[in-house]
């Protein structure tokens, strides 16, 4: 499996987990928005391995500006879902490569 695919799988699982309604918003408040800044670190470093892998960069860019509005709640439902969405068909992308 190559190293893009694995970092795009695993912040989209997480995005995925944030995206769950009432589970993702209690996961984030109860963690004192921390799980919002770890979110900002997987994707940073998913996109510093999509550049090294030159693989679609987009999906991690859209994860950190996520990770930045999500501080509301019913936009950041939205935003997680989306992001989750493109950040795992890109890694499936990234594994038929």
Known sequence: MKLSAAAKFISG????????????????????????????????MTLIITLLYRTAKTPSIVGIITSILSALPVVGWILHTITAILLLTSATRDLRR
């Open 13 to 44: 699982g997480f995005e995925a987990l944030l995206a769950i309604p009432f589970i993702g918003g209690s996961i984030v408040i109860f963690s004192g928005y921390s799980a919002l800044g770890t979110a900002v670190v997987l994707h940073i």
